[in-house]
């Protein structure tokens, strides 16, 4: 139970972090951009709509968006955790990383319009139903279509107002954001992923043979003390940022023992299961996840592919996240939510 209710803290965290992240990146965006009026030349019509009516309008759709479904929000997080439950919790952490990088640089701006028009339809909606006593036929009251119709004229005008200019905000984040970037992150994964394999490692050792995935489901006071193993990630990490930026051969060496790291930690946290409880444990969809993850290490951890495949490999472990976190968010049990 402890564990359970840690899970929901840190859940609901993450969600309120994303409702504050969310509307300032929009303001960011639009101020940072430089959008044109189609229709007008005015300087002072732009700056208000572009500058203020736009990002004000967007960033209030993604904060009720966030309220609205921050249950569903966090508990579909609680259950990627189950889902990815083979993953160890190091490499999930790697991997969910790159993952709201991308959302928030690629995904989230480009939809930000559409979420915007159903956000406020929805506000209407919620408006116009709230004092309404809903019958066997479940109508909603006949003034719900005008109003939502209303609510969402502001929200299309943004939308109507950027769209021919949106083409600038895909070059604006490939040119001054991803490409001056792309090097850095893939730099720092490189890193981080092989101090956490290594972690994961001395804790694999440390428990004698104990996974750290079934680490993490036993009770608090059956855990052992691994505190240390945090330090030397982070002492590890640092030290393989230096030999990364400092241009050490030395570094090579740690790239392809942490894939040697990682494949052998995931193969025992495969099976460790299956000699304790008679059989695999974790989501089928987990295992398919841990077998994409493992096939874009090899992408990862090899230098000699060019920045093409650092680009792809980036993508793929972001986008399968992505792609799971949605589906988790669609089929959740409607039971689950309070």
């Known amino acids: 139970m402890a564990r359970k209710v840690k899970s929901l803290l840190v859940s609901r965290l ?80 790697f991997y969910g990383m790159i993952a709201l990088f991308v959302l928030f640089i690629f995904i989230f701006p480009l939809i930000t319009p559409f979420v915007s028009i159903l956000s406020f339809m929805s506000i209407a909606w919620q408006i116009s139903t709230r004092t309404h006593e809903f019958d066997a036929s479940g109508k909603s009251p006949w003034y719900t279509k005008i109003l939502m119709i209303l609510f969402v004229i502001v929200p299309i005008f943004c939308t109507v107002a950027i769209i021919p200019e949106y083409v600038l905000l895909s070059n604006f984040i490939s040119a001054s954001i991803w490409e001056p970037l792309i090097e850095h992150i893939y730099t720092i994964s490189y890193c981080l992923c092989t101090a956490l394999a290594v972690g994961s490692l001395f804790f694999l050792f440390g428990n004698k043979g104990v996974s750290e995935y079934e680490q993490i489901l036993t009770h608090p006071d059956e855990k052992k003390g691994n505190t240390y193993i945090k330090y030397v990630e982070v002492i590890l990490f640092l030290f393989l940022l230096i030999l990364a930026y400092t241009g050490f051969e030395l ?38 996840l841990a077998a994409i993850f493992m096939g874009s290490n090899l992408l990862i951890f090899n230098i000699e592919f060019g920045a093409i495949f650092q680009i792809i490999s980036l993508v793929v472990l972001a986008g399968v996240f992505i792609v799971v976190f949605i589906i988790t968010f669609i089929v959740l049990e409607e039971e689950d939510e309070f």
């Open 251 to 288: 570094i090579e060496f740690f790239y392809g023992a942490g894939l040697v790291i990682v494949v052998f930690v995931s193969i025992v946290n495969f099976f460790s299961s299956k000699s304790k409880t008679g059989k695999f444990r974790g989501h089928i969809l987990g295992y398919l």
């Open 14 to 93: 993450i969600v309120l972090i994303t409702a504050i992240l969310i509307p300032i990146a929009i303001f960011v965006i639009f101020i940072s951009v430089n959008f044109d009026l189609w229709f007008s030349e005015s300087q002072t019509l732009e700056f208000w709509i572009i500058k203020v009516l736009c990002p004000v309008i967007f960033a209030a759709s993604w904060l009720y968006f966030m309220i609205l479904f921050r249950n569903r929000i966090a508990l579909t997080i609680d259950s990627m955790e189950r889902v990815t439950s083979i993953i160890p919790l190091r490499l999930k952490i």
